[in-house]
């Protein structure tokens, strides 16, 4: 199984990215999807959530601003970015919790950069 990401880059302060993570192999079925941060020197932390059958969390920092999405029928997660700041700057990673072979488990896509700066 295979998470792979795409989409980051550098952006002004106020504009805007969409990040997309596919997960590819043998899959048998995907239950949550998300998008993860890390800035340096910080943790890990949620970004955005969905199930599989479209409930969505978000942190409250990006609420507003950020739109997570999911299309079932290509495992793919996105995320449109808008009125981004510099403190959203961090490494974004997707995650995708999956049934393959024989379990459930959690999946990590390599991580894509977003800078936000002018």
Known sequence: VQLQASGGGLV???GS???SCAASGRIAGINTMGW???A??????????ITRGGSINYAD???GRFTISRDNAKNTVYLQMNS???EGTAVY???ANLFSTTRWADYWGQGTQVTVSS
């Open 12 to 14: 002004q302060p106020g």
């Open 17 to 19: 990215l969409r990040l």
């Open 36 to 38: 993860y941060r890390q």
């Open 40 to 49: 340096p020197g910080k943790q890990r932390d949620l970004v955005a959530l």
């Open 61 to 63: 920092s990006v609420k």
């Open 84 to 86: 981004l700041k510099p």
């Open 93 to 95: 990673y997707c995650n």
